[in-house]
Nanobody, 124 residues
Framework: QVQLVESGGGSVQSGGSLKLSCVASGSRVRSYCLGWFRQAPGKGREGVARLRYDGDISYADSVKGRFTVSLDYAKKTLYLEMNSLSPEDRAMYYC??????????????????WGQGTQVTVSE
């Protein structure tokens, strides 16, 4: 099973940018599906972006045009570049990969392995 460790969260003002990183270890991933989720206070977890082994990428409508997901396969590091941040983006952000049940299915992938999360705070 893969282990995931996120970093890069922090506090920014509205309109600012952050870049999150997620390092994967512990498993050789060939047919992978990696993604970012977020959970705001008092709300359920939602998918933000995901990247599949065949290059297919999906984004939540709320982040299209502002967020970019990418992967450095050699470094086993998944990134989420976030621009034009607004207070609505404030949440704990989690890196995820395909893993054992229980799974959270989003954009055609069953995510079952999770990182510990990194907090993103956006002020007015």
């Amino acid at each position: 099973q893969v282990q995931l460790v996120e970093s890069g969260g922090g506090s920014v003002q509205s309109g600012g940018s952050l870049k999150l990183s997620c390092v994967a270890s512990g498993s050789r991933v060939r047919s992978y599906c990696l993604g970012w989720f977020r959970q705001a206070p008092g709300k359920g977890r939602e998918g933000v972006a995901r990247l599949r082994y065949d290059g297919d990428i999906s984004y939540a409508d709320s982040v299209k045009g502002r967020f970019t997901v990418s992967l450095d396969y050699a470094k086993k590091t998944l990134y989420l570049e976030m621009n034009s941040l607004s207070p609505e983006d404030r949440a704990m952000y989690y890196c995820a990969s395909v893993g054992p049940p229980p799974r959270d299915t989003w954009a055609g992938c069953g995510f079952g392995s999770w990182g510990q999360g990194t907090q993103v705070t956006v002020s007015e």
